[in-house]
């Protein structure tokens, strides 16, 4: 079993920076793949950004390339989503998850387990 915590989101104008934490516990940490997800009112979930077991190597959803950066401390177990130049359209409840056969994987069903969710509301 891991466990998820999301935290860091809140109101923001558009064009300023939040940056979302999730800290893990449970099964080694590094042993996943972890990813955050978006879900906006009456949409699906969608993905937003992944990054590999020693955080070498990471990807992003289109929309999000240039202002959004996905980084992990596996000293401390957490991950983090540094989100700047944010837009109106970036509003959404976030997600952290973590996937233990692989990393990169765009599907939610790819995913083992999620957090709580944390709002993120820009405001334009």
């Known amino acids: 079993q891991v466990q998820l915590v999301e935290s860091g989101g809140g109101l923001v104008q558009a064009g300023g920076s939040l940056r979302l934490s999730c800290a893990a516990s449970?099964?080694?940490?590094?042993?996943?793949?972890m990813g955050w997800f978006r879900q906006a009112p009456g949409k699906e979930r969608e993905f937003v950004a992944a990054?590999?077991?020693?955080?070498?190597?990471?990807n992003y959803e289109e929309s999000v390339k240039g202002r959004f950066t996905i980084s992990r401390d596996n000293t401390k177990n957490t991950v983090y989503l540094q989100m700047d130049s944010l837009k109106p359209e970036d509003t959404a409840v976030y997600y952290c998850a973590a996937d233990y056969a692989a990393w990169g994987r765009r599907e939610r069903s790819a995913y083992e387990y999620w957090g709580q969710g944390t709002q993120v509301t820009v405001s334009s």
């Open positions: 990054i590999s077991w020693g955080g070498a190597a990471t």
């Open positions: 449970g099964r080694t940490f590094s042993s996943f793949g």
